[in-house]
């Protein structure tokens, strides 16, 4: 099955990618920029498009991101610390980011005669945003099948969608991911500041996996303190 993964530059696509390289015909990376902070990332997805020997394609949705305003990840407002699934997340979120980025990757596949568009969401996502959850995936497929039909059959491929990122983590070490050269933070620094949620959740991804977590963080071990106030909240 000839395959396109949607690849940010993360732990998530990058491994995604891997595994895809692994279990089927991987034909290419696609990246977005939609004016993120932390576009670093895209250079990370270049790195494993050249490792993995495919091609690697970058779109432009710089235009389009400045009319999604309000998200720390695109505007002047602060990314917050703390665990991934607190509320505070929410400003995180960009608006119908998946949902753009994956309609246009199964343009790019239709196009280009591949089988499946791959994309990393997983279980963690699901507390923040809405278009990382299995309703979502499945709603999306379905609509593509009505704006595709009678032109090409393209297939939505999530396997981790109900798994964690821990399982992420252990999945790329049986891949044999080089987990160094992946890209999570959200401030986009010359570091990973260990601090936001994407720092704190694969920080906590390495642990719960039991596999050394070879990232350099500002502040490697504020993840205990913000899980811990999570899970203290919780209870």
């Not at 235009?63 to 602060?78: E, I, K, Q, Y």
């Not at 703390?82 to 997340?89: L, V």
Request: hydrophobic share 40%.
């Amino acid at each position: 099955m000839k395959t396109i993964v949607v690849c940010s530059g993360g732990l998530d696509s990058v491994t995604l990618a891997h595994r895809i390289a692994a279990e089927a015909t991987l034909v290419g990376l696609l990246s977005f920029d939609y004016g993120q902070r932390h576009k670093k990332e895209i250079t990370f997805a270049a790195r494993a498009a050249e490792r993995l020997g495919v091609p690697h394609d970058v779109i432009d949705l710089s235009p389009v991101g400045r009319h999604l305003t309000g998200s720390a990840l695109t505007d002047d407002v602060d990314v917050p610390d703390g665990h991934y699934a607190e509320e505070t997340m929410k400003t995180t979120v960009v608006p119908n980011r998946n949902a753009i980025m994956l309609a246009v990757a199964f343009g790019l596949a239709a196009a280009r005669g591949a089988d499946a568009v791959a994309a990393a969401v997983h279980g963690g996502d699901h507390f923040i945003y809405p278009d990382c959850r299995p309703g979502f995936i499945d709603a999306f497929q379905a609509m593509q099948d009505r704006a595709l039909e009678g032109y090409a059959s393209v297939r939505l491929v999530t396997p981790y969608v109900t798994r964690s990122k821990a399982d992420i983590v252990a999945d790329g070490a049986r891949l044999s991911v080089p987990f160094a050269q992946t890209w999570s933070c959200y401030k986009g620094g010359v570091r990973h500041c260990g601090r936001c949620g994407t720092c704190v959740e694969r920080r906590e991804a390495f642990h719960l996996a039991g596999i050394a977590d070879p990232t350099d963080y500002e502040d490697p071990d504020f993840w205990q303190a913000a899980t811990s106030a999570y899970a203290a909240r919780e209870v």
